[in-house]
């Protein structure tokens, strides 16, 4: 029922910033939460920051001073502000979706974001 399109990855210097966008499309009106996960090779995936359909945010530990996650109702877009980048950064960002009433989880395909000098 949704599809979701990650764009914005790409590569960064230490220090610099960045911003992903997700986009939604299908049935977005019954989408709970939306949020960003990264994963590294050899590495469980992790959540990076989720927001929710009321607009609730929540970021981790090791990124909330740093990143912000906001929401564009308008578009069906979900974005990743990402400032300070440092190398452990890097990883594959993945947008996801979850839809409470179906119990759905909904992924996409993820963006590369590395951040190297």
């Known amino acids: 029922q949704v599809q979701l399109m990650e764009s914005g990855g790409g590569l960064v210097q230490p220090g610099g910033s960045l911003r992903l966008s997700c986009a939604a499309s299908?049935?977005?009106?019954?989408?709970?939460?939306m949020g960003w996960y990264r994963q590294v090779p050899g590495k469980e995936r992790e959540l990076v920051a989720a927001?929710?359909?009321?607009?609730?945010?929540n970021h981790a530990d090791s990124v909330k001073d740093r990143f912000t996650i906001s929401r564009d109702n308008a578009k069906n877009t979900v974005y990743l502000q990402m400032n300070s980048l440092k190398p452990e950064d890097t990883a594959v960002y993945y947008c996801h979706a979850f839809v409470a009433f179906t119990n759905s989880n909904y992924w996409g395909q993820g963006t590369q974001v590395t951040v190297s000098s």
């Open positions: 927001i929710t359909s009321g607009g609730s945010t």
């Open positions: 299908g049935t977005t009106f019954n989408i709970n939460v």
